[in-house]
Nanobody, 123 residues
Framework: QVQLVESGGGVVQAGGSLRLSCAAS????????MAWFRQAPGKEREFVAS????????YEADSVKGRFTISGDNGRSTVHLQMNSLKPQDTARYFC????????????????WGQGTQVTVSS
């Protein structure tokens, strides 16, 4: 099992920045990729960004490309999401998720997830 705990959310004005962090514990060696998803009230959870550990590759959704950056450190146990130029439409609860094979953008492909951290961007 893998446990994920997110932190770093908060309230920020449009144009501001936040850095989310996700701390993983347990069988982290079994995790092949980690990702950030977000979910706004009344909407489905959507992919934001992911990182594949063995090759260090990253991928961001078009809606955040150029503004958000995913990174990882500390031997697969920490993942960050640097969010710049935040917009009101970025307001959502952000979830850190992990999977044990390959990587992808579908939430159903992920095996582990945390409780999430709330990000609110005011206009």
């Amino acid at each position: 099992q893998v446990q994920l705990v997110e932190s770093g959310g908060g309230v920020v004005q449009a144009g501001g920045s936040l850095r989310l962090s996700c701390a993983a514990s347990g069988r982290t060696s079994s995790v092949s990729a980690m990702a950030w998803f977000r979910q706004a009230p009344g909407k489905e959870r959507e992919f934001v960004a992911s990182i594949k550990w063995d090759i260090g590759a990253t991928y961001e959704a078009d809606s955040v490309k150029g503004r958000f950056t995913i990174s990882g450190d500390n031997g697969r146990s920490t993942v960050h999401l640097q969010m710049n130029s935040l917009k009101p439409q970025d307001t959502a609860r952000y979830f850190c998720e992990g999977r044990t094979n390959d990587w992808g953008t579908l939430v159903a492909q992920y095996d582990y997830w945390g409780q999430g951290t709330q990000v609110t961007v005011s206009s």
